[in-house]
């Protein structure tokens, strides 16, 4: 017997086909929409014999009617190359994805989760970051429609839910890696695995001393899903990430050590308003949600560099 009905907008992208997976394989049936901007077909095609999976190539810019039980709206490109490429483009895919989403969870009455983000808090001036803090952001860098986009979907999700009692839920994702992410994705740790294994330069930004906190795809997806199941008054937003923090010159030096390679590391320029520092204060997940990552940086890294050793 059928769970759910539960739809995964952005469910052909790197976290999105992982929560796909988890969702169908505890008997629910899951509706995919994604319009393949930065995900791929390559990530679900394992589903598409499954008959409670369905995939929809739709823009959640435009509106979109369906019945279901539950909304994961991740839908939004995650890398910064990606979502700075088309800069309009992405602001209006979280603005105008979260009014369509919300419209639609209010009209069917389902509960709504938002896949916000660590860069709410921008280049944060208190460490770790808890979510009481409102962060600091530059409204007009490069950076912008990403960041601005995210705080004011959170700003659709939580107003959503005070005026018209639509049942949300944010959660605030920290770094998060692992298998499925594009190998052009341009994220910092498929970008020095795929140079390490290819024996080429590894790329690092500045002096490479920023930090960052590196989350296993497999601990955020659990984390959606405790979040997701978590009592309706509880809406977050709650920190989703693992508070082991790094520079970024550390984990080069990992991916080199794990990999074997002959890379030299080479120092290119910092881009414009890149975070200093980054590291998830979990106290409330843990409290809330009993919640806390089990997968550390050395092994969540060697899995993700099978699989990219698997595909190139
Ligand atoms: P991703 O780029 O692999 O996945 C995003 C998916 O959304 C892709 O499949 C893409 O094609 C789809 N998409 C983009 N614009 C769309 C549109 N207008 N209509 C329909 N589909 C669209 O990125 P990801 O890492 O899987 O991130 C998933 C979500 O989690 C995003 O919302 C991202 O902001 C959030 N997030 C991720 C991280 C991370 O470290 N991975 C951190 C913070 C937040
Ligand atoms: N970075 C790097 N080399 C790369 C890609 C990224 O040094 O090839 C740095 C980037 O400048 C940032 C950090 O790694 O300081 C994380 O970058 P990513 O794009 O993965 O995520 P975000 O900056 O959004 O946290």
Redesign the pocket.
């Known amino acids: 017997m059928i769970k759910k009905k539960v739809l995964v907008t952005g469910g052909a992208g790197f976290v999105g086909s992982h929560l796909c997976d988890r969702l169908l394989s505890e008997g629910n049936e899951v509706v995919c929409l994604d319009n393949y901007f930065t995900g791929q077909k390559q990530n679900i095609v394992h589903l598409l014999d499954n008959p409670f999976f369905e995939l929809i190539r739709h823009d959640v810019t435009m509106p979109f009617f369906i019945e279901v039980d539950e909304i994961f709206n991740l839908a939004c490109p995650a890398?910064?190359i990606h979502y700075q490429y088309n800069a309009i483009k992405t602001i209006k895919t979280s603005v105008m994805g979260a009014i369509n989403m919300l419209g639609l969870a209010k009209r069917i009455k389902a509960k709504i989760l938002q896949a916000s983000t660590s860069?709410v808090y921008g280049d944060p001036q208190i460490h770790p970051q808890t979510e009481s803090y409102w962060g600091h952001v530059n409204p007009i860098g490069e950076r912008s429609c990403y960041d601005e986009g995210k705080r004011s979907a959170e700003t659709l999700f939580v107003n959503y839910n005070k005026q018209n009692n639509v049942k949300i839920k944010i959660i605030r994702i920290f770094?998060t890696y692992g298998p499925r992410m594009h190998p052009h994705d341009?994220?910092?740790?498929s970008?020095?695995i795929v140079q390490a294994l290819q024996n080429n330069d590894i790329?690092?930004?500045?002096d490479?001393q920023?930090t960052?906190s590196f989350q296993y795809v497999d601990d955020l997806i659990e984390g959606m899903i405790r979040m997701m199941a978590s009592d309706d008054s509880f809406t977050g937003p709650v920190n989703i990430g693992n508070p082991n923090e790094f520079t970024?010159l550390q984990l080069a030096e990992l991916v080199i050590e794990l990999t074997n390679s002959k890379s030299n590391i080479v120092r290119?320029p910092?881009?414009p308003d890149?975070?200093t520092q980054?590291q998830p204060n979990i106290d409330l997940a843990k409290k809330e949600l009993n919640w806390e990552p089990k997968i550390q940086l050395r092994e969540g890294l060697q899995q993700t560099i099978d699989y990219f050793a698997s595909i190139i």
Do not use: A, H, K, W
Not at 203 to 206: L, P
């Open positions: 890398s910064p860069e770094n341009g994220r910092v740790v970008n020095f790329t690092i930004y500045g490479g920023q960052r970024i290119m910092l881009p890149d975070p980054r």
